[in-house]
């Protein structure tokens, strides 16, 4: 599992959900936006709890692997497919594809 440090607080969370949250911070980030995002994490009792995080151009994140953290890796698949495509779309909105591109690197040169 892996520490996210926000806003002088820290929460644990898995450690693909917490790939996946920093992938998407970055990609807001680059596109000026922002947005709520809602992950699970383990509470202090080491049940799972939900954790609602503000991210964007001013968000400063850092992950951390959390070792001692007890109970199992915390896994939300469905969650970090979200948050891929949500940093794919970003992404491609930032360099969107061209008409002429193909396999053949040649295109670049235009730019």
Not at 2 to 29: F, M, N, P, Q
Not at 49 to 56: A, V, Y
Not at 90 to 110: C, F, G, V
């Amino acid at each position: 599992m892996d520490r996210i440090h926000y806003a002088g607080d820290s929460v644990v969370t898995g450690s693909e959900i917490a790939r996946a949250v920093l992938e998407y911070a970055k990609a807001l980030a680059k596109a000026n936006q922002s947005a709520t995002v809602e992950i699970p994490t383990l509470a202090p009792d080491g049940s799972i709890s939900r954790s609602t995080l503000l991210i964007g151009p001013a968000s400063q994140l850092i992950a951390d692997a959390e070792e001692e953290a007890d109970g199992e890796e915390i896994v939300d698949d469905e969650l970090v497919g979200y948050f891929h495509a949500e940093t794919a779309k970003l992404t491609q909105h930032a360099y969107p594809a061209r008409a002429n591109e193909t396999s053949d690197p040649a295109w670049m040169d235009e730019l």
